[in-house]
């Protein structure tokens, strides 16, 4: 139980263009699903909370209107990143609570993203 | 700043033998720890879970959480090079239910 996938598992893309990540829950309901940024031998970093119906709430430094959420459904969260530039090559990765909010966090795969 | 703090390692133990990996916490109020496996280019993956002062056994896996001294642990026994990986340590705030992440820690199993 608790699977949260996440598309595509890696994508390139050209300068400029804008790159759409989906995050589902594929066994549960997640009315909230957070977003993950990691670069190489670096940490997680969270970059915003994805709320069903509602607005994310972005971390401090992270650019709402370059990385665009969409949390329409309680299985799906998208992450759009727009304009992409090489310094947003990264692996995102999506997580939800399958749970109360005490609860672990699952995991999708992450999307490695390369902006050439 | 509520933090959770790692050594960084690498930590390297013979395969066999246990290894033992350790983190600290800022925030008094948490009152949930867990503690993720992230292969390298992967996403990390639940390993445990605990909520309660004292140790809790999954497996070659045990926790141990002291609240008094904010400190929780992780215990892998009989280690196999398959456990090599960066092992994240993670505590949920106690008002915003956001998980606080250590830095993690590089463990090398040594056939």
């Known amino acids: 139980g608790a699977v949260v996938s996440q598309h595509p598992s890696w994508v390139i893309c050209k300068s400029g263009t804008s790159v759409k990540i989906e995050c589902r829950s594929l066994?549960?309901?997640?009315?909230?699903m957070f977003w993950y940024r990691q670069f190489p031998k670096q940490s997680l970093m969270l970059m915003a909370t994805?709320?069903?119906?509602?607005?994310?709430?972005?971390e401090q430094g992270v650019e709402k209107d370059k990385f665009l959420i969409n949390h329409a459904s309680l299985t799906l969260s998208t992450l759009t990143v727009t304009s992409a530039h090489p310094e947003d090559s990264s692996f995102y990765i999506c997580?939800?609570?399958?749970?109360?909010?005490?609860?672990?966090?699952?995991f999708g795969n992450g999307t490695r993203l390369t902006v050439t | 700043q509520k933090e959770v703090e790692q050594n960084s390692g690498p930590l390297s133990v013979p395969e066999g033998a246990i290894a033992s990996l350790n983190c600290t916490y800022s925030?008094?109020?948490?009152?949930?720890f867990f503690w993720y496996r992230q292969y390298s280019g992967k996403s990390p993956e639940l390993i445990m879970s605990?909520?309660s002062n004292g140790d809790k056994e999954d497996g070659r896996f045990t926790a141990q959480l002291n609240k008094a001294s904010q400190y929780v642990s992780l215990l892998i026994r009989d280690s196999q090079p398959s456990d090599s990986a960066t092992y994240l340590c993670?505590?949920?705030?106690?008002?915003?239910?956001?998980?606080?992440w250590g830095a993690g820690t590089k463990l090398i199993i040594k056939p």
């Open positions: 997580s939800a609570r399958s749970g109360t909010n005490n609860s672990p966090l699952h």
């Open positions: 066994d549960f309901q997640a009315t909230t």
């Open positions: 994805s709320n069903e119906g509602s607005k994310a709430t972005y």
């Open positions: 925030d008094r109020g948490s009152q949930s």
């Open positions: 605990i909520y």
């Open positions: 993670a505590a949920l705030g106690d008002s915003n239910y956001q998980l606080i």
